[in-house]
């Protein structure tokens, strides 16, 4: 259905003219399309997507001026909704619309909160969690009565997290409230924009996909730099030189870093070696909102010369006059690549420009082939599964917050989000067992139920005092347990954070890095890392969680059609020798085979595996072979995982690995293997908060209650002994198929090569597994092991403290 | 007497009685056939049911039972003394699923049994045995929480833990605290948690030589770790 081309308002036109403007065609066509039900735009960073979303809105309320809700926008970051506050503030003050723009997120104060429940602006700009939040109030069809439009930006992030599909689910919810609500998508360039607007449609209605021009192709290239990259590591500190040279090039240069850590790593090196004082910051996650804010504050008025970030960065705030981006270390995935290349030149119709400064010799091939996908045109989606069941059972707690509802109704509703629109009866009422009474084989619970069924069919939280709970642990973000780093002394500065296990190894006296400068650990006080300033200069580096990429499916394809090449003239000299060397010595990886070789080094039988699966499947690889190789006595004593291979070490050598690469074994391994595995309870732990089976923690409860309080291991632990089928259990080991435990990835490496294994048997470490020996990382074998070196540690100390044994 | 010392315990001596600590984090006194178990908190999950509406994993006090019937075959206590807070609150000691309380009169039949009143469970209960605030026996004392100044003390209620970090990583595990004077017991319930052994009040009711005994699948005796004094 398409409405005949709405005529803008004439303030609207006015206003577009003073400033010279013209509408885009994207633009253009998304008034032409407003009165559809779903539309997603697909456009390039800096194609005025924000104000496509906004011009049926404003030409809507400036046509018919009313009270009331009439759209709302979703994006995933809080700081996204208040500059887009800042954005649409501009035409509505100068043009003099009769319009009110809000935003509510997690910042949002008590008094404005209330208020904007009793009186909603007519927009509202807002997070997925902040609208569940929303949702789970009584006066929720009252808060949205009249909603026109929902505008979700950034929806090809959204897409990839649980945090879309809860976003979803509540659009669900708001079309039952709202019947005539049509929903807008805005996208950056993706792989599949049918998948995107799949997951965005009010299921069985469509969604129209909207494409924008893509704009002049981007400048990009890999740095020069005269120095060679190292054999392993991933800081990217040989290039300082050249990137401050670039730095001085350029009016604003953002520097990415995949991780947090190197990102602190980095910024310290360069403030060491940037002897023109070239003003620099530093902006992740980890750091304190105070920090963020001043680098943010600084960048926008145009102090700073150079940023080192990480995927904070990432999504479409309005950085102002970016002309430089460099990638530091791979881009694992090539989507991620050309999103970032998109901060550059926030113009549209001028060519982004990049850099990549590969991290090391084998990252040096896999930008290789990542440039070459960004000139390809092919982006990596690695497809979604069907939306997660926990998502949904938080989801179902929501709506009872609300008030009582209808099962069938709810099935209904749900079912039109694009994450669920194939989810079975049985799989819903699951869900809702497990809501209502746990969901065990064991009914334990029938007198204390969570939700009960009333005479008239309809569900109810039993008690209502539940659903404060129940809003307090909103969301699907998962905070990793972290603390708060503050410079010791009264009202000692916040600097950010570090994950509680990494605390729990510094000592007094120890330094780690944060915000760029060196600090000494100073104690734990209230839950607060105390530091000071007297830092020596070789910090212990902080352990920061971050996101841990893996090179994804294609990226990984393409390096290995790459390696097939018989020769590599594209290639810089010294890495061309170490390919060719490789092939002389042993044999190329390739994408059907699984190369496996075995070599002595330093007193230790090593095996290499190449199976190419990405960082986090490469890693439980190592979990699964080491397991085995313990059961067949060779004594695997640790190994090493990156996104092409995993290294073990043993006692004595793999002398026939093929039957360790047999799936049925593998697979069989894998199952026995999630019972104590620290990943797999870290998943279980998230979907339970997810799920509403336990709370989050604040640190306030940690602080007082460690004694009463347990781990969720131990639920973990007790439900597989006795409750193997249990729903959350069956959640824990999906999730284990994709994320951190990737086993989706080593079944797609199993399919690929088909039992094909070319076993290698050398005398000494080949070129490509060279590297793998400088890489951190190492992970020391569990088990049996582990017991033994607990064992050690203990007499050590028994011994070092003088105490008879 | 049956005793299957297993070469995991660790062994020690308290007001001259020979004692050992268990893997398990049960505390067993070979010469008097007595087996010592603190804080099982039955009823835990149901207890939670009840008050906040959340419904963890009811297998809990099964689980509890399995381990402590398992501990009562591989030493052939004659005696147990569960050290207080043997339930999670007065109500759950009343209203124990009966499949569960069976198992439990299995248990205490045949068997000296005595209960010592805990800060959750401080009244008498309708299980067979004695009840008593404390229980005195030989050189020892059995009393739910620690008394300053007290000698030859056993008791629970912190549900101490140790952690202790090695090459290539750490864990956290509950245990026992020893010095010359009493010993401190670990839960043995299976949903509790644990109380740093650094903790300041762990601190000052331990001495300086104190030791952790960590639980697991061996007991490992470690120094107590304690919270380094910083020096100004």
Redesign the interface.
Known sequence: MTAAPAPLPSPIRNWLSTRGWVLHPHQRAMLDAAADPATLLIAPTGGGKTLSGFLPTLAELTAAPRAGLHTLYVSPLKALASDIRRNLQAPITEADLPIRVEDRTGDTGATARKRQRADPPHILLTTPESLALLLSYEDAPRIFAGLQRVVVDEIHALAESKRGDQLMLGLARLQSLCPGLRRVGLSATVEDPAAIARFLACHPDPCRILQADPGPAPDIALLEVPQRPPWAGGGGRYAIPAVLEAVRAHRTTLIFHNTRAQAELFFHDLWLQNDDALPIGIHHGSLSREQRSRVEAAMVAGDLRAIVCTGSLDLGIDWGDVDLVIQVGAPKNVKRLVQRIGRANHRYNAPSKARIVPANRFELVECHAALDAVRDGTLDGDPRGPGPRDVLCQHILVVACAGAFDADALFAEVTTAGPYAGLGRTAFDACLDFCATGGYALRAYDRYQRLQQRTDGRWQLRDPRAARQIRMNLGTIMDTDTLKVRLRGRGGAPLGEVEEAFAATLTPGDTFLIGGQIVRYEGLREMTVEVSRRGGDTPKIATFMGTKFATSTQLSDRILTMLAQPDWPDLPGHTRDWLALQRRVSHMPRRDRLLIESFPHDGRAHTCAYGFAGRNAMQTLGLLLTQRMEEIGIGPLGFVATDYAVLVWSVDPLTDPAPLFQGDDLRAGFETWLAGNAVMKRTFKASAIIAGLIDRQSPGQRKSGRQATFSSDILYDTLRKYDPDHLLLQITREEARRGLVDFGRIEEMLARTRGRVDHVVLDRVTPLAAPLFLEPGRVPVQGAGAEKLLAEAAARLIETAGLPA | MRCEQSMNDYTFTLGGAELHARPSGALWWPSKGLLCVSDLHFGK??RI??R?????????G??TLDRLEAELDATGARHVICLGDSFDDMQAAGSL?EDLGAWLLRLIAGRDWAWVEGNHDPGPIDLPGTHRAEIALGPLVFRHIAQPGAEGEVSGH??PKA?????????ARPCFLIDGRRVVLPAFG???????ST?PVLCALMDD?A?AV?T???A????MPR??R?RA
Do not use: K, N, W
Request: hydrophobic fraction near 35%; glycine fraction near 16%.
């Open positions: 999950a149901a049911a009840r906040s509406g959340g419904m963890l994993p009811p297998y809990e099964q689980d699923p912190y549900h952690r202790l970090g090695f090459r290539g990583g750490a864990v299976t949903y509790t948690g644990g109380l740093c903790s030589d030791r960590m697991g699948s061996a490992h005796a470690i120094p919270v380094l910083r």
